[in-house]
């Protein structure tokens, strides 16, 4: 599937997260091992796979926050702690914060330098290229009519646009999702994925998003990671989420169910903290 | 040491620092283990606060101290039972609220003190209790005050006791759940007012939640976990008030220290039990 | 307006607003981030440590600041990694500091009785402050605390306020989140420490918490909202000590909590009627992509 945008700062051909046989581990015990897949710059993709098999933590190698046991993993070409300005992230969110008095644009802002010691001075040089910009990441992800209004009176859908633009406001070239549609009723969960889509063909953005139900978003992604069984595959979503590829790596009877209207339901021994165990 | 004993008995004060120590422990060794069921220990802790004022304003009045507390501590009760089920928790206003509110209490409490100039002796006994000024009078008050309130808690208990445990439940069977957590906080007010008259308004802590809190760790079942924090508080409040006797310390870093210990050794008790 | 020109002749009164000047601000902008993280009860479990701390050097004649911040700093560490790993509940955590206060009565105790009645004051001015009685050391060792403390929450000012309000993708964006979080408990117990002697360990809550309230009511900028804590912090207590000095039967500290206090009904009385005000007369607007 080709993309809409092409890469212009890497070489031609340079994939947006290349792994190679990597694996990861946490206190000793393994969570996935041996993931060779390739993303490619532009692409929408979700990570899917059952509870506590290890989509958050792909992300947090991506991140760099947790090391590779073994293999590599490199985004547009570099490893994971070079890589991390290129990257936006936006965490797991627990629960919707009604008491949050700071003004959502604030919020986004501190995507962009909230990471700068000392408080920014009111007259300071670049304050006006620095409103510019969270102006424009507001526009792009549809929150600049509720910008001035405090993070806490924000309903769910719109706290997340608000964090989408703080994740994209430093211009990443790929944006990490984890778990953005919990909590969100179907309508927001589709209105936030067609705005990670749009992210991704009209800002060139990578989008990889780790999700628990793939039916709102069937319809935007480009391909799926699926992670089960201590490993992971990629391909086109029709091409991975079938009977005989998840059952595969499920190494149990899995049936993948289409009703009338296109929606997937995956059925089957599905044991939610499968751990995979290594013998190493 | 019986002679010791009798003659510590021989004094008015004592018999009326044991008597209310002692109906004291009852009440809040009972009103107690629903605390520490509900997790309202916080809650106890700020309501107890609102005792200092109360008192202070009480004795600059003329009036006796324990009217000053329970008034003020049940009223406050029904204010935060009445007001605070908010729709929407607003969780870091309402910690900033209660920070503001016990600060100025405090201070209030300060001022009338200073009024009537007490200053420390006042501010110590009030903030941290004392047993030599109960008087007869206020001693048969605090008797009354606790056998109303543990007769309404015999009404309510298990009620009380289905709500603090499932709500969610105890709403769907028809149990009064706003009423009966509103009922409760105005018992709550009542117990600390009586607790605060021995602890002091900031120790309260000691009787009303340190022994049901030991029980909790030691017996699971409600009646025999009252019976337990009962006993607890009891042994709390006797040898608190003996040892002040014959030592000179001052009971409120007995009682509090001597519920330390008691918590403290049910823990240890509970894990060694499960090794 | 003789009197208040005759208010700065006295040294004691110079002395008493120039130590307040640095604590207010430091314990107003220590408040706003009290409040956004949650942690005001922690603040109020420090004033407890401050109180016994301060009790105990009056009755064994130590040093009394230098043994308070010890005291202080040590309980912030303590308290920073209880919060950060283990789940210590309410019961736990409240039995700790009821001992912490219990210990603080047993030393009280120990300084009466070591002492005549006429110096009796001390444990008075533990618990509620004695600023009138600021020597001009104190007061200068007050203001340079102060700055100390105001220049270093200035600083992490930005990654703390980033930090509060989302960990992960502060952690993500390089922030040692941790780390923070506990140089700002030990910031928060220093200005504790200094502020006993201003409002006196039982009422710094007020100076820390009340402000940050007003202020959350006023603005939902970030910075403005800080500086809005410290101004009201500094308003409040300028206004306790010339209420104080004014009518002497005032304490000071509690003219000062009085202030706050007036400050925050109005502040919060104000927005709740202009919120319901509102609603019955707009109609609210549509909003983009819901």
């Given at each position: 599937?080709?993309?809409?945008?092409?890469?212009?700062?890497?070489?031609?051909?340079?994939?947006?997260?290349?792994?190679?046989d990597?694996?990861?581990?946490?206190?000793?015990?393994?969570?996935?091992?041996?993931?060779?897949l390739?993303v490619?710059?532009?692409?929408?993709?979700?990570v899917?796979?059952?509870?506590?098999?290890?989509k958050?933590?792909?992300?947090?190698?991506?991140?760099?926050?947790l090391?590779l046991?073994?293999?590599s993993?490199e985004?547009?070409?570099?490893p994971?702690h070079?890589a991390?300005?290129l990257?936006?992230?936006?965490?797991?969110?627990?629960?919707f914060?009604?008491?949050?008095?700071?003004?959502?644009?604030?919020?986004?802002?501190?995507?962009?330098?909230?990471?700068?010691?000392?408080?920014?001075?009111?007259?300071?040089?670049?304050?006006?290229?620095i409103?510019?910009?969270?102006?424009?990441?507001?526009?792009?992800?549809?929150?600049?009519?509720?910008?001035?209004r405090?993070?806490?009176e924000?309903s769910?859908?719109?706290?997340?646009r608000?964090?989408?633009?703080?994740?994209?406001?430093?211009?990443?070239?790929?944006?990490?999702?984890d778990e953005?549609?919990?909590?969100?009723?179907?309508?927001?969960q589709?209105?936030?994925?067609?705005?990670?889509?749009?992210?991704?063909?009209?800002?060139?953005?990578?989008v990889?998003?780790?999700?628990h139900?793939?039916?709102?978003?069937?319809?935007?992604?480009d391909?799926?990671?699926?992670?089960?069984?201590?490993?992971a595959v990629i391909?086109?979503?029709?091409?991975?989420?079938?009977s005989e590829?998840?059952?595969?790596?499920?190494?149990?009877?899995?049936?993948?169910l289409?009703?009338?209207?296109?929606?997937l339901?995956?059925?089957?021994?599905?044991?939610?903290?499968?751990s995979?165990h290594?013998h190493? | 040491?019986i002679?010791?004993?009798?003659?510590?008995?021989?004094y008015?004060?004592?018999?009326?620092?044991?008597?209310?120590?002692?109906?004291?422990?009852?009440?809040?060794?009972?009103?107690?283990?629903?605390?520490?069921?509900?997790?309202?220990?916080?809650?106890?802790?700020?309501?107890?606060?609102?005792?200092?004022?109360?008192?202070?304003?009480?004795?600059?009045?003329?009036?006796?101290?324990?009217?000053?507390?329970?008034?003020?501590?049940t009223?406050?009760?029904l204010?935060i039972?009445?007001?605070?089920?908010?729709?929407?928790?607003?969780?870091?206003?309402?910690?900033?609220?209660?920070?503001?509110?016990?600060?100025f209490l405090?201070?209030?409490?300060?001022?009338f003190?200073?009024?009537?100039?007490?200053?420390?002796?006042?501010v110590?006994?009030?903030?941290?209790?004392?047993?030599?000024?109960?008087?007869?009078e206020?001693?048969?008050l605090?008797?009354?005050?606790?056998?109303?309130?543990?007769?309404?808690?015999?009404?309510?208990?298990?009620?009380?006791?289905?709500?603090?445990v499932?709500?969610?439940?105890?709403?769907?069977?028809?149990?009064?759940?706003?009423?009966?957590?509103?009922?409760?906080?105005v018992?709550?007010?009542?117990?600390?007012?009586?607790?605060a008259l021995?602890?002091?308004a900031l120790l309260?802590?000691?009787?009303?939640?340190?022994?049901?809190?030991?029980?909790?760790?030691?017996?699971?079942?409600?009646?025999p976990?009252?019976?337990?924090?009962?006993?607890?508080?009891l042994?709390?409040?006797w040898?608190?008030?003996?040892i002040s006797?014959?030592?000179?310390?001052?009971?409120?870093?007995?009682v509090?220290v001597?519920?330390?210990?008691?918590y403290v050794?049910?823990?240890?008790?509970?894990?060694?039990?499960r090794? | 307006?003789?009197?208040?020109?005759?208010?700065?002749a006295?040294?004691?009164?110079?002395?008493?607003?120039?130590?307040?000047?640095?604590?207010?601000?430091?314990?107003?902008?220590?408040?706003?981030?009290?409040?956004?993280r949650?942690q005001?009860?922690?603040?109020?479990?420090?004033s407890?440590?401050?109180?016994?701390?301060?009790?105990?050097?009056?009755?064994?004649?130590v040093n009394e600041?230098?043994?308070?911040?010890?005291?202080?700093?040590?309980?912030?560490?303590?308290?920073?990694?209880?919060?950060?790993?283990?789940?210590?509940?309410?019961?736990?955590?409240?039995v700790?500091?009821?001992?912490?206060?219990?210990?603080?009565v047993?030393?009280?105790?120990?300084?009466?009785?070591g002492h005549?009645?006429?110096?009796?004051?001390?444990?008075v001015?533990?618990?509620?402050?004695?600023?009138f009685?600021i020597s001009?050391?104190?007061?200068?060792?007050a203001v340079?605390?102060?700055?100390g403390?105001?220049?270093?929450?200035?600083?992490i000012?930005?990654?703390?306020?980033?930090a509060?309000?989302?960990?992960?993708?502060?952690?993500?964006q390089?922030?040692?989140?941790g780390v923070?979080?506990?140089?700002?408990?030990v910031v928060?117990?220093?200005?504790a420490?200094?502020?006993v002697q201003?409002?006196?360990?039982?009422?710094?809550?007020g100076?820390?918490?009340?402000?940050?309230?007003?202020?959350?009511?006023l603005?939902t900028r970030?910075?403005?909202?800080m500086?809005?804590?410290?101004?009201?912090?500094?308003v409040?207590?300028?206004?306790?000590?010339?209420?104080s000095?004014?009518?002497?039967?005032?304490?000071?500290?509690?003219a000062?909590?009085?202030?706050?206090?007036?400050?925050?009904?109005?502040?919060?009385g104000?927005?709740?009627?202009?919120?319901?005000?509102?609603?019955?007369?707009?109609?609210?607007?549509?909003?983009?992509?819901?």
């Amino acid at each position: 599937m080709q993309s809409a945008t092409h890469d212009q700062q890497a070489p031609v051909g340079t994939a947006a997260l290349q792994l190679e046989d990597a694996a990861v581990s946490r206190g000793g015990r393994s969570i996935w091992r041996g993931v060779t897949l390739r993303v490619e710059p532009g692409e929408y993709v979700a990570v899917l796979g059952p509870n506590g098999v290890g989509k958050s933590t792909l992300l947090q190698a991506i991140l760099g926050l947790l090391p590779l046991t073994s293999g590599s993993l490199e985004i547009f070409g570099r490893p994971p702690h070079q890589a991390a300005s290129l990257i936006g992230y936006l965490p797991q969110r627990r629960s919707f914060d009604s008491s949050l008095r700071l003004r959502a644009r604030d919020l986004v802002r501190l995507g962009l330098d909230g990471n700068r010691w000392g408080v920014p001075l009111p007259f300071a040089p670049g304050g006006r290229e620095i409103a510019k910009r969270i102006d424009e990441v507001l526009e792009v992800v549809g929150a600049a009519a509720y910008a001035e209004r405090p993070v806490g009176e924000l309903s769910g859908g719109e706290q997340q646009r608000i964090l989408i633009a703080r994740a994209l406001v430093r211009r990443p070239r790929m944006l990490l999702m984890d778990e953005p549609l919990e909590s969100l009723d179907l309508g927001n969960q589709q209105a936030i994925s067609a705005l990670a889509r749009d992210i991704c063909r009209t800002e060139g953005v990578t989008v990889i998003m780790v999700a628990h139900d793939v039916n709102p978003i069937l319809g935007d992604l480009d391909r799926v990671i699926y992670m089960a069984g201590g490993s992971a595959v990629i391909g086109r979503p029709e091409e991975v989420i079938t009977s005989e590829k998840l059952s595969a790596l499920y190494n149990a009877h899995i049936e993948v169910l289409r009703t009338s209207d296109g929606r997937l339901f995956v059925v089957g021994q599905q044991p939610e903290a499968i751990s995979y165990h290594a013998h190493d | 040491m019986i002679d010791a004993l009798n003659q510590l008995f021989s004094y008015q004060f004592m018999q009326n620092a044991f008597l209310a120590g002692t109906t004291a422990a009852v009440l809040a060794g009972i009103v107690g283990y629903f605390v520490v069921l509900r997790g309202e220990a916080f809650a106890g802790h700020t309501l107890a606060i609102v005792g200092f004022p109360g008192a202070a304003g009480a004795i600059l009045f003329g009036l006796p101290q324990l009217l000053g507390l329970a008034v003020l501590c049940t009223a406050s009760g029904l204010g935060i039972g009445v007001l605070g089920r908010g729709a929407v928790r607003d969780r870091r206003a309402e910690s900033a609220a209660i920070g503001t509110i016990q600060a100025f209490l405090l201070a209030l409490g300060f001022l009338f003190v200073s009024l009537y100039k007490g200053l420390l002796e006042g501010v110590n006994s009030i903030l941290f209790g004392t047993f030599l000024g109960i008087t007869r009078e206020q001693a048969l008050l605090l008797l009354v005050i606790a056998v109303v309130s543990l007769a309404a808690l015999m009404v309510i208990g298990r009620p009380l006791l289905y709500v603090s445990v499932d709500e969610p439940a105890a709403a769907a069977a028809g149990v009064p759940v706003r009423a009966l957590s509103i009922g409760f906080l105005v018992l709550l007010g009542l117990a600390i007012a009586s607790t605060a008259l021995i602890t002091g308004a900031l120790l309260v802590f000691a009787l009303l939640v340190m022994p049901a809190a030991a029980a909790n760790q030691l017996v699971v079942r409600p009646g025999p976990a009252m019976v337990v924090s009962v006993a607890l508080a009891l042994a709390t409040v006797w040898t608190g008030l003996t040892i002040s006797y014959f030592t000179d310390l001052p009971i409120g870093f007995l009682v509090t220290v001597i519920g330390f210990v008691i918590y403290v050794t049910a823990r240890l008790v509970r894990r060694l039990g499960r090794a | 307006m003789d009197v208040l020109n005759g208010m700065f002749a006295h040294e004691f009164m110079r002395n008493a607003l120039l130590a307040s000047t640095g604590i207010a601000l430091a314990a107003g902008l220590a408040g706003y981030f009290l409040v956004l993280r949650g942690q005001v009860f922690a603040a109020d479990a420090l004033s407890h440590v401050a109180f016994t701390g301060g009790v105990a050097a009056l009755a064994f004649g130590v040093n009394e600041l230098l043994g308070l911040i010890v005291a202080t700093v040590l309980a912030a560490v303590i308290l920073n990694s209880l919060a950060v790993s283990s789940r210590a509940g309410d019961v736990e955590i409240g039995v700790l500091f009821a001992l912490i206060l219990g210990l603080g009565v047993l030393f009280i105790s120990i300084y009466v009785s070591g002492h005549s009645t006429s110096n009796s004051q001390g444990g008075v001015g533990v618990l509620f402050g004695s600023v009138f009685g600021i020597s001009s050391g104190q007061a200068r060792t007050a203001v340079l605390v102060s700055i100390g403390a105001v220049t270093c929450l200035l600083v992490i000012a930005r990654p703390l306020l980033y930090a509060s309000v989302d960990a992960a993708a502060a952690a993500a964006q390089g922030i040692r989140v941790g780390v923070l979080g506990g140089a700002f408990l030990v910031v928060v117990a220093v200005v504790a420490s200094e502020a006993v002697q201003v409002t006196g360990a039982l009422l710094i809550l007020g100076l820390m918490a009340t402000p940050a309230a007003v202020a959350r009511n006023l603005t939902t900028r970030p910075y403005v909202g800080m500086a809005l804590s410290a101004g009201i912090a500094l308003v409040a207590t300028w206004s306790g000590l010339t209420l104080s000095y004014v009518a002497p039967t005032l304490p000071p500290s509690f003219a000062m909590m009085a202030v706050l206090f007036g400050l925050y009904l109005l502040a919060t009385g104000t927005v709740t009627i202009v919120r319901t005000s509102t609603r019955t007369r707009v109609k609210p607007s549509p909003v983009i992509g819901e």
